[in-house]
């Protein structure tokens, strides 16, 4: 692994962080190999960080989904529920495979570390809330039938979560629908449920 010399010494430090715990483990990787990985002194990682959970735990508030997804709900939904849907479910997964192993890190940790879980549900429950709300919004405008908002945003999600997991590993679990035919159809699916 190399790590671009054009990074800040923090950025460096995160992504050497993120390679080698998702490669090794939390308890498999010292801070000494993460400052060594990323061209820096364990005096550095300390002086940035404080420490080895700390630091995995700025870069999964760094590179997680929230402003992201934030910037999307709030700058770029043309309020046309397929359009939009669309948008949400392939940005999702383009953080979500950027994120791979962010998101092995999380499932293999969660339990070993003291608040860990809790940080790294808060992505999703904002998710959920964006979701929620554009559901009401659209339910407002007349654009989307009566329902429970905050259910189909749970289930629009889980969806959406699901493909992601079933390929986290190894992306040829069903090679016969690839993920943008899976987003396209499942996104018409609930357009034509949601729609008036």
Do not use: C
């Not at 999703?124 to 405008?141: D, H, V, W």
């Amino acid at each position: 692994m190399s790590i671009s010399n054009n990074l800040r010494n923090d950025d460096k430090l995160l992504l050497a962080a993120i390679d080698l715990i998702a490669e090794k483990g939390y308890n498999g990787v010292s801070t000494k190999e993460i400052a060594a990985a990323a061209g820096l002194s364990e005096k550095t990682l300390f002086r940035h960080f404080g420490s080895k959970q700390n630091l995995l735990e700025t870069a999964f508030d760094r590179f997680h989904y929230t402003e992201e997804m934030k910037n999307l709900f709030d700058e770029k939904l043309v309020w046309d529920l397929h359009t939009d849907l669309l948008l949400i479910s392939r940005t999702y997964h383009k953080i979500m495979n950027r994120n791979r192993k962010m998101i092995q890190i999380a499932i293999k940790e969660e339990g070993h570390l003291p608040g860990f879980r809790e940080r790294t549900q808060e992505h999703p429950r904002q998710l959920i809330k964006f979701l929620t709300n554009y559901f009401k919004t659209m339910s407002e405008k007349g654009k989307l039938i009566r329902t429970n908002p905050e259910l189909q945003a749970l289930s629009f999600m889980m969806m959406n979560f699901g493909a992601f997991m079933n390929n986290l590993d190894d992306d040829k679990n069903f090679p016969t629908v690839s993920l943008e035919t899976f987003i396209t159809v499942s996104v018409q699916i609930f357009t034509r449920a949601l729609t008036p």
